[in-house]
């Protein structure tokens, strides 16, 4: 009766985070994987911990996804656990809040007009072949996931509404 009473509590609060993130029709593998990358982004809510961590910050805020942190050494592993960049959103005080990760995976052929080496995690493909967002950037694809911030879009899109780049 007791390990009923766990099961049902655990399926409970799987189904719950899953409504929190957004992704009620991804799989329980999905949830999951995602579930644990968002427990092993956990300790980069503060951003001296992520630049401590190896994550630099790069270009300005960008509408829709927020402040982006890289760890350059990071770039193309494609570890759940360990993502490319993480992205932030200013409060009204200034102060950085981390909303999402992001993983990036360079073109092999450079070729904007082929696929075949897309990648994909949790259970989606990656956003791309795209060009570089910033001058010497190759054509890569790359895949947001929303773990801190609800997304309208759902958790695994590549713009939030709700994140929004402070006024100049």
Not at 67 to 94: C, E, I, R, S, W
Not at 109 to 137: C, I, V, W, Y
């Amino acid at each position: 009766m007791r390990r009923t009473i766990l099961r049902l509590i655990a399926a409970a609060s799987a189904g719950m985070l899953a409504a929190m993130l957004g992704i009620s029709a991804a799989s329980a593998e999905s949830r999951s994987d995602l579930a644990a990358a968002r427990q092993a982004t956990v300790q980069y809510h503060d951003v001296a911990a992520a630049i401590h961590a190896g994550y630099k910050p790069v270009l300005d805020c960008v509408p829709g996804m927020g402040f982006h942190y890289v760890n350059f050494g990071q770039f193309g592993q494609m570890d759940p656990l360990v993502p490319d960049a993480l992205t932030y959103a200013a409060n009204k005080n200034g102060q950085l809040r981390l909303v999402a990760a992001e993983w990036f995976k360079v073109d092999t052929d450079q070729n904007l007009a082929t696929d075949t080496d897309r990648p994909s995690m949790f259970g989606k493909e990656f956003d791309g072949p795209m060009p570089g967002h910033a001058p010497g950037m190759p054509i890569h694809y790359d895949l947001h996931a929303y773990l801190w911030q609800g997304n309208p879009d759902g958790v695994l899109a590549t713009y939030n509404p709700n994140v929004h780049c402070p006024a100049l």
